[in-house]
């Protein structure tokens, strides 16, 4: 991204008119734009300074007004909607854009190679302006800007399991994650705890499993969200973490769950209650099967993944069933583990999506994958090499860095003590510190797809979703958008102190927008503080 | 508090009334009760049991129905208001009642000595019920109350200055501190980041030193949230901290304030802005005591808090204008300060107020008080040693139990690394574990008034405010409604496991009414724990 040289007043013209200069836009690109225009006019963010909008009153009087926003596809093929650029694979995905704001005669052009380009340099033109007594206005009226992201992946992690969240919140969600241009989300549906998943071959699933009959994402509710993130920008990966993770299965299966909230669960599982499938079990297997199949075939994106994190083995080798099995088919629990993923790694692939998979399943059980398989690195960010090392693609989710749910103390009852597992709370600077390049060399770089901060929602539900998601996503997003370094090549927050004041001022700003926009994004610091960047830094 | 022996269950009849048997009831209590009435309706709370309510609909087929509440006021005294019950001193505080739930012919009798008494009861009484399908019933139909607090002062200091907060969200937060009993809002109302405090004597105080218009507490919005606030049985302790903590006065009154966001701010002060009152200028303290009457003329509670912590000497060593104060009087700044102490508190003591004041101002800076000072223990819960050798009565607020925004890092632009300076966060565990007695000698006991937990709003909004609030702040109110220990003299969290589960069993329950009830508590833990008290245990 960059500026022009110096910043100059330009108005919004009330009658602003955005048109679309080439044949056939698809509908959603014009839904999209309904959109901008919708919010250019009822956004009403000041800018953070001393006075607010009344520092820019004379200015604003002889100001020139855009009068309209011009869109213009630069491909010369014929335009695709939205959804489906969203939907092709990740490594494909284009995203660039260029956005004149004053390019003659007071119009203003964005150009791009796809519908999704267009959308994204959307997302940038209708958070340019500001507000005062009515009057939209920015102070960068000669920008130019050539945009396009350094990594095609860059996520948020939901769990929807741990506690359940209203479509409402995810719909609202995937809007702010599209205002800061991210591009996955990675849905956890379903955990151990509950299976809020509405599963068109074994409705029992849910029926069972889930918290209640208002607690479901119903085939439905999967739809829309899919279809309303797909217009946005935003591919949904859903995972069907497995086989650990899976113990609501057995609210309606118990045939397919070893260990099914065995006592003492710490022995048998990371947190309660304890419960695996029965990898060994052909039954189960072609359950899995089945069960993949049925949800892969309703998910228009190129990417799902099997999960695979926390595997514990002494919940097999003490489930009489699993060695029965083990035994009948002369095999070991490694062979089984290594045939289940085999199964559902296939299932994915048949389904023409790329197979997902966690980092443990590859670096601690050693666990055969698809060549093109996605590792999700997520114990600690010093794993990403070793992924690396076996020639697989991966995306940065380190649990030392991109955590939303650390810090907040044990939820165990009885462990008064006791601190979150990861500790401590991942602020902003820490997310916004991560380098996707460390420890890898120049050859490795491009297995690096990009990241993802993940919410972990046992201490969290609606109630305060906005605030811990908020803005610290944004913090990740711009890491991955703009990429390992500063745009002048400067690493982010290194020991030139003044570019954490910067970036802090850029996600002030986010976050009075996203307040304006109705996302209940935490305050980052006194207002006094936002609206003197640098003067509440150490030494100033 | 003691319970019936065997749970029983009693249905609420759809016509269920709540009579008064005593002459005159005051009109505040005639709004409780419809308050009550009402939210014993339309609260859906089910308990959190397996399948919730449904659990209990053989039982509530053939369940007694009750008909009536009974409220009896035993003291014989004419009927105060609980406006006027609550701004009584705060030794002489009456909140203690009685509740029978099914005394004879299917009414229940709540009695007290007070209208205060009365309220507390109907905040009890209208938590008992758990809704099945528009059924109203409670387990415990044979239940018996006599309840009583163990400290009077149960308070939350809420700091709207470093960020502003509408009066919604402080009428909200009175609602909910009234449902657990807590008997003080302890305002922090102005901080050096901004005055949204407007004073009658002083009009240009708000006006020049709030965030914004939008940002200031009329003296209408202070007169309505007094009262809302007395009449839920909570005192409102206006802090109007002082010295230091006052750079915002010297946005309409410069010649007031010394240092005066001096650079770096770090060597004049805790956090920025710099800047504290001129101490010896005797403007500077003709301008304090016209400021505190104004204040504490339009206040009805018998308390003022002057605040008074972080004081920075070198502030007042450079400042060239408070040394040719001292110089030309003859005095020290200790002298000053203790003057300045003993001025604005014999302002609070002449509007027939207890003063209010900070450890540090007692321990560090040994200014002289008068006897019936309250003092704040807040910087650590060591201190209350010391202020009790002092023979000073003294609440509880330390910064190692009870502030409720430790743990989420720096907030200052440039510290990247930085953890916030109360680290790391104050579960609710933390905050439930504290002793007020602790190291306190038996002759000493009498000194602890009570305590609260604070949240200084540096990185805390309208946005989080319920989520960073509950339901942490229910654990210490009922440490200090309980007491030092259990009901039964056990330890609170000693080493008796299950106590520590069945603690967060009732903080379960009070967060999901909390959340039916429109605030958004966070979760504490996954719903499958709260569903099944102890499971999640370690080692269960």
Chains 1, 2 share one sequence.
């Not at 690109?29 to 963010?45: E, H, P, V």
């Amino acid at each position: 991204m960059s500026t022009g040289d110096s910043p100059s007043i330009l108005k919004l013209s009330s009658d602003l008119d955005i048109h679309v200069r080439f044949a056939n836009p698809p509908p959603d690109l014009r839904a999209a734009i309904m959109r901008t225009q919708s919010r250019l006019f009822s956004d009403s963010f000041q800018p953070l300074v001393l006075g607010r909008g009344s520092a820019d009153t004379d200015q604003l009087k002889n100001a020139p007004a855009l009068v309209s926003l011009e869109l213009m596809l630069v491909s010369g093929r014929p335009a695709r909607s939205i959804v489906e650029e969203t939907n092709v694979a990740i490594e494909a995905k284009s995203e660039a854009y260029s956005l004149s704001l004053r390019d003659g005669n007071n119009s203003a052009i964005l150009s791009a190679n796809s519908t999704l380009g267009l959308f994204r340099g959307l997302a940038t033109f209708e958070q340019l302006w500001y507000d005062y007594q009515g009057i939209k206005y920015t102070l960068n009226g000669d920008m130019k800007i050539d945009d396009e992201p350094a990594f095609p992946y860059r996520g948020f992690s939901f769990d929807t399991a741990r506690n359940f969240y209203p479509v409402s919140d995810i719909l609202r969600t995937l809007d702010a994650m599209s205002w800061v241009k991210l591009s996955v989300l990675y849905w956890h549906i379903i955990d151990s705890q509950s299976f809020p998943l509405e599963v068109k071959a074994f409705p029992e699933l849910s029926e069972k499993g889930a918290y209640s009959a208002n607690e479901i994402y119903t085939e439905d509710d999967v739809q829309l969200i899919v279809q309303y993130a797909n217009e946005r920008g935003i591919d949904v990966v859903m995972e069907l973490d497995s086989p650990g993770h899976t113990t609501a299965i057995g609210a309606a299966h118990p045939e397919h769950i070893a260990c099914a909230s065995k006592s003492p669960w710490s022995k048998y599982a990371s947190e309660p209650p304890a419960g695996q499938l029965r990898i060994a079990s052909p039954t189960t297997l072609a359950f899995a099967k089945t069960f993949f199949a049925s949800v892969a075939s309703n998910l228009p994106g190129k990417m799902m993944s099997s999960g695979g994190d926390e595997v514990n083995l002494l919940c097999w080798e003490e489930d009489d069933e699993t060695q029965a099995d083990l035994a009948q088919r002369n095999i070991t629990i490694s062979d089984a583990l290594n045939q289940f993923v085999e199964t559902v790694q296939g299932v994915i692939a048949a389904h023409d999506k790329t197979p997902f998979i966690k980092s443990d399943m590859v670096l601690t059980h050693n666990v055969p994958v698809l060549n093109d398989t996605v590792v999700v690195v997520w114990q600690t960010s010093e794993d990403a090499a070793a992924v690396a090392e076996r020639q697989l693609r991966f995306i940065h989710q380190p649990s030392n860095y991109f955590y939303l749910d650390c810090g907040a103390g044990d939820w165990l009852g009885n462990n008064i003590a006791g601190n979150s597992w990861c500790d401590p709370f991942k602020t902003w600077q820490r997310a916004y510190s991560f380098n996707p390049y460390a420890n890898l060399t120049l050859e490795q770089r491009p297995l690096v797809l990009g990241g993802q901060m993940p919410l972990w929602s046992e201490q969290s539900s609606s109630e305060n979703l906005d605030s811990i998601i908020w803005p610290r996503l944004a913090a990740a997003a711009e890491v991955f958008w703009t990429g390992a370094t500063l745009p002048d090549g400067t690493s982010r927050l290194g020991k030139n102190a003044t570019s954490g004041t910067r970036a802090l001022a850029r996600l002030n700003e986010l976050r009075y927008r996203l307040v304006d926009r109705g996302v209940k994004a935490i305050a980052l610091q006194p207002k006094w503080c936002v609206l003197r960047p640098g003067e509440c830094d150490l030494d100033s």
